[in-house]
Nanobody, 120 residues
Framework: QVQLVESGGGLVQPGGSLRLSCAASGFDVSIAPAKWYRQAPGKERELVAAIWPAEGRINYLDSVKGRFTISGDNADNTVYLQVDSLKPEDAAVYYC?????????????WGQGAQVTVSA
């Protein structure tokens, strides 16, 4: 059964860091493109980072470039989002997402969300 379990959220001061984890089961992260989204209260969900492991490609939202890092760990079968130099505007619920091919259709799977709070 495909499942994504997130952890690593928390409360940090501006300039602080967190490492968000998205532990996967039912598939190997090495073969699956993965994305991190975030959604703040009253705001639309936005794509933060994406990784295509088989192609070695990574993309970031412009406002997080140089501060956030997406990666995958085959040993742990986990996708990570390292978030550094956090700003108040980074506060949101962060969701990991994968889209997998099943039969003749693509299915989307989501983590439960990790709350990131940035406050002094």
């Amino acid at each position: 059964q495909v499942q994504l379990v997130e952890s690593g959220g928390g409360l940090v001061q501006p300039g602080g860091s967190l490492r968000l984890s998205c532990a996967a089961s039912g598939f190997d992260v090495s073969i699956a493109p993965a994305k991190w989204y975030r959604q703040a209260p009253g705001k639309e969900r936005e794509l933060v980072a994406a990784i295509w492991p088989a192609e070695g490609r990574i993309n970031y939202l412009d406002s997080v470039k140089g501060r956030f890092t997406i990666s995958g760990d085959n040993a742990d079968n986990t996708v990570y989002l390292q978030v550094d130099s956090l700003k108040p505007e980074d506060a949101a619920v962060y969701y990991c997402n994968v889209i997998l091919q099943a039969w003749d259709e693509k299915l989307s799977y989501w983590g439960q969300g990790a709350q990131v709070t940035v406050s002094a």
